[in-house]
């Protein structure tokens, strides 16, 4: 079966400023039988996640007379986040054959991943927005550190705009 709980949380103590937290914990656990009853194979997973992130409203920064939203990107929303992952994993196969029974597989396993991320987002427009940023991961399976840098964009069409989408065989 498997259990999932989770918790979120946001704290805005002013216009231009905003912390945002959650944690996560999902369990599961799978048994797999052949057909004379004997496990083949079972295992779970326990997953607890912790992320939290600050985002930054410029707005108002260089024209004093906007009201700033930590939700709007109009003159820039800066956000810094961290998230720290814990993984437990147990894992057992067998293999029988008519008088034996092979066990293949039998380990347990703790791992912790750590990350981190910036982001800007803006509005060079009122119809675009853009969002630049990097994540940084450690790995603690692999002892790997993993950097992706990532560009997003989105056009907001005018609402008499239409798209159409066609599919066919030839």
Known sequence: GTAVANMRWQFTPGPRFALTSQAYVVSSAYRNTVSDGRTRDEGGDRDITWPAAAQISLAGVNDGNRTADPASA??????VGAQTQH??????????????????????????????????????????TVSPGVRVEH??????????????????????TTLPVRTGIA
């Open 139 to 160: 790995f603690s399976l692999i002892d790997a550190v993993v950097a992706s840098p990532w560009l997003l964009a989105e056009w907001r069409a005018p609402p008499l």
């Open 74 to 79: 109009a003159n820039g929303l800066l956000e």
């Open 87 to 128: 993984l437990r994993a147990t894992r057992t196969r067998w293999r029988f054959t008519t008088s034996t029974e092979t066990t293949l597989l039998d380990v347990e396993g703790s791992f912790a991943n750590h990350a981190a991320w910036i982001n800007y987002r803006f509005a060079p427009t009122s119809a675009v």
